[in-house]
């Protein structure tokens, strides 16, 4: 694992945007697996610019995000693939088509949680995932107690997910209590993660995660198995581990 320490929340979504365009630049047919979130915002509008400035292609990429609320449409303004369009894919030249999200309209769930697996089978796979985590260590929609062994699947929210994201909805009772994820095991298959983190409210569920013992009740901390993991904080999210990294 490699954990590299960012001044700011600007500095971390520019290393990030580095890594996402190496990867772009290296392999301009790969699959990046990618997350909603506040933190990766500025590593979009990084990527944004290099875009404009003619430095990153983007054409040939296919993406595959984490996660969707069920129910929602894709013209909801809250909905992931709304936020996936309007932060990052309307203003790059990525084929819409090659973009997943899992459907938050189709009512059969199961049709869903398959449809994605064979997509991310078909293309081959995630070359770089792209990870956010939550406060409770959640990653994806992967909330404290998933089997590590699960593949996309439909998760009711946890009390405090729920919580944490009504502040982008008008009123508690508008946040959907169920979303769909990539599993585990699903996010454990991509040859590449990138996790992302600033903020001093995600310190403690960094130190668990990396840190701390592999349990399902800190989902995180699965990523501590995978061979090839980079973890870019800034130096609040990152402050219960410096003594560990120095
Ligand atoms: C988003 C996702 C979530 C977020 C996590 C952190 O697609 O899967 O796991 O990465 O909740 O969210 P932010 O970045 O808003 O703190």
Redesign the pocket.
Known sequence: MKIVVAEDYNQMSRMAANLISAQVIMKPNCVLGL??????IGMYNQLIEWYKKGDIDFSQVTSI???EYRGLAPDNDQS?RYFMDTHFFNHINIDKKRTHVPDGLEPDANKVCRDYNKIITDCGGIDLQL????ING????NEPGTAFEKETHVVDLAES?IR?NSRFFASLDEVPKQAY?MGIKTIMQAKKILVVANGKE?AQAIKDAFFGPILPKVPGSVLQLHNDVTLIGDKEALSLILDEIE
């Open positions: 997350a909603t979130g506040s933190t990766p995000n984490l996660d992931y990870l956010g985590i939550g959640h990653i994806g929609f997910t944490a994820t995600k």
